[in-house]
């Protein structure tokens, strides 16, 4: 029975007009637990089937977000409409594009006077709460309660602010510990039973700088994480755009604040520090001022692993390729520690469901706000239209209603999820928000109308030296505008699939290229981009 069968089968709608659900009358709505992190690619997820999901199952990286996948949907082609935090956020809470929600890159303020779902959801008759990072700019609305970390937040002691209060309140531990220990607190101690709930505990990992947790320190000691077969990438084949960017492992990443490699004490003072420090467009000094408010315990346990570590480093006096391979593995084993400190914390949320009597009300999501590049085309970070940081992972569980080890193929996005949401809530999608609800596809049942191709924007602000593009990608083609410049690529992505060589001026896809021109053109006027 579909959606609209069942309302109609208990007297929500007759004669094809929609009435408002009465508190004696409103089926009972599932519970929602969103799980989001920040920067978490494909390849580190085991569920996903990308380059180092073997290693990735082998070292036990994710196995909880892997249960999720294993107990519900799994979205192979899950994509961002606009590859950075705050846009991508935005989007999550309107189901609305970057151009229409007004927040098109970090450092916008999210206008909170607009329409989101946590506001409709709240008018519905659930609680809502989201705990961890928020990084809008402004404070949420339309949650009964929140604690969140001011802008990016830290991963050691970090600051939050709670519901009633500006004043930012300092928590000693570890950021994903701590997320976890308040999403469970929530649940066990600040739910009303007598309404559904709507949580969102969103982490911080695992995005830059890459700060683990102690108990992982010695994680992949004496493993080789692998390789991309691009980490080399000479950016030949395709526009001016990639070569002038600044986001490669090579060259940008920083050594001293990304990769670690500090003074042999870590409680040297700042400005000593930074005469060590390479004066690069990307530098971020996050990893010195976590140090500076880390504790006694905390600093010792840090010297103790990352100085010898260091020694080790300079003795070998590593030059080119030996250099540019030691620093992808100090990259990506510091990235994936944090991941599997995020992980550790989502099975204990799990486990809480599940010992609580709440497993099979609650529907579970887990999402990242984009993709990640882990040394692909010599690169970390995102922004890009290219694959690892325009798709996302996206995986939902939903007892008795979505088929356990499901994985669907359609293209979705983040747009998407509001729409989901309030759909799986019984409660009426506004006409102005632009993504589709996902729950025919969680029933196993995709509209024949589903969409076959996406748009996306990116609206560089000079950070990585990644300019202005935007797109249009269905099940095969890719093509890409760099409107500022003047410049095109085009991808064939089932001969190309690293995206290795632009084949917009191959006369073979001559017609093509025209095809997908006029796509983007129509997507551009269905989402109102001018």
């Given at each position: 029975m579909d959606r609209r069968a069942f309302l109609k089968s208990i007297g929500v709608l007759s004669l094809g007009i929609s009435r408002p659900l009465s508190a004696r009358n409103r089926p009972k709505q599932p519970n929602i637990l969103f799980i989001f992190s920040d920067d978490h690619s494909l390849q580190t997820l085991g569920a996903y089937r990308s380059r180092m999901h073997e290693f990735i199952r082998k070292h036990n990286i994710t196995p909880n977000i892997d249960k999720i996948a294993a107990q519900g949907v799994l979205f192979e082609n899950s994509f961002v409409g606009n590859s950075i935090c705050g846009p991508s956020r935005a989007s999550v809470l309107t189901g609305k594009h970057s151009h229409i929600n007004g927040f098109r890159a970090n450092g916008d303020r999210f206008n909170p006077a607009q329409w989101t779902v946590a506001e409709e959801l709240q008018k519905s008759n659930y609680q809502t709460a989201v705990i961890g990072k928020w990084h809008?700019?402004?404070?949420?609305?339309?949650?009964?309660?929140?604690?969140?970390?001011?802008?990016?937040?830290?991963?050691?002691?970090?600051?939050?602010?709670?519901?009633?209060?500006?004043?930012?309140?300092?928590?000693?531990?570890?950021?994903?510990?701590?997320?976890?220990?308040?999403?469970?607190?929530?649940?066990?101690?600040?739910?009303?039973?007598?309404?559904?709930?709507?949580?969102?505990?969103?982490?911080?990992?695992?995005?830059?700088?890459?700060?683990?947790?102690?108990?992982?320190?010695?994680?992949?000691?004496?493993?080789?994480?692998?390789?991309?077969?691009?980490?080399?990438?000479?950016?030949?084949?395709?526009?001016?755009?990639?070569?002038?960017?600044?986001?490669?492992?090579?060259?940008?990443?920083?050594?001293?604040?990304?990769?670690?490699?500090?003074?042999?004490?870590?409680?040297?003072?700042?400005?000593?520090?930074?005469?060590?420090?390479?004066?690069?467009?990307?530098?971020?000094?996050?990893?010195?001022?976590?140090?500076?408010?880390?504790?006694?315990?905390?600093?010792?346990?840090?010297?103790?692993?990352?100085?010898?570590?260091?020694?080790?480093?300079?003795?070998?006096?590593?030059?080119?390729?030996?250099?540019?391979?030691?620093?992808y593995q100090a990259y990506l084993k510091d990235y994936i520690k944090c991941i599997k400190a995020m992980d550790d914390n989502v099975g204990r949320v799990l486990d809480y469901l599940k010992n609580n009597n709440l497993e099979k009300d609650t529907i579970v999501i887990y999402s990242s706000d984009q993709g990640f590049y882990n040394g692909e085309h010599g690169w970390y970070d995102k922004r890009w239209m290219y694959e690892e940081s325009l798709r996302n992972p996206l995986i939902i569980k939903w007892p008795e209603v979505a088929k356990p080890g499901t994985r669907c193929k359609e293209m979705v996005q983040n747009i998407d999820y509001a729409p989901t949401i309030l759909d799986a809530a019984a409660i009426k999608i506004p006409t102005e928000v632009q993504g589709k609800s996902l729950l025919p596809l969680l029933k196993g049942k995709a509209p024949r109308d589903w969409r076959k191709s996406i748009l996306y924007t990116y609206y560089g602000k000079d950070i990585h030296a990644v300019i202005s593009h935007r797109g249009v990608r269905t099940a095969r083609y890719k093509l890409i505008e760099f409107y500022t410049k003047g410049e095109w690529e085009f991808y064939d992505l089932h001969k190309d699939p690293l995206e290795m060589n632009s084949e917009y001026d191959n006369p073979e896809y001559e017609r093509m290229v025209s095809d997908m021109k006029r796509e983007l053109k129509r997507l551009m006027a269905e989402y109102r981009l001018g």
């Open positions: 809008l700019g402004s404070l949420p609305t339309g949650f009964d309660d929140y604690a969140v970390l001011p802008g990016q937040g830290t991963y050691y002691n970090p600051d939050f602010i709670f519901k009633g209060s500006s004043e930012a309140v300092r928590k000693q531990g570890y950021c994903s510990d701590i997320i976890g220990d308040m999403t469970i607190e929530w649940l066990d101690n600040k739910r009303d039973k007598a309404k559904p709930f709507f949580l969102c505990s969103w982490h911080k990992a695992p995005h830059r700088t890459w700060l683990p947790h102690p108990r992982h320190f010695n994680l992949l000691d004496g493993v080789d994480v692998p390789e991309p077969k691009n980490l080399c990438d000479d950016y030949q084949g395709r526009t001016s755009a990639a070569h002038q960017q600044e986001m490669t492992i090579r060259d940008h990443i920083n050594i001293s604040t990304d990769l670690k490699v500090t003074p042999p004490v870590a409680t040297t003072p700042l400005e000593k520090i930074k005469e060590l420090t390479p004066k690069t467009r990307s530098m971020d000094p996050a990893t010195f001022r976590e140090l500076g408010r880390m504790t006694a315990d905390q600093k010792q346990a840090w010297d103790e692993y990352y100085v010898p570590r260091n020694e080790r480093f300079r003795a070998k006096n590593l030059k080119g390729r030996d250099l540019l391979g030691w620093k």
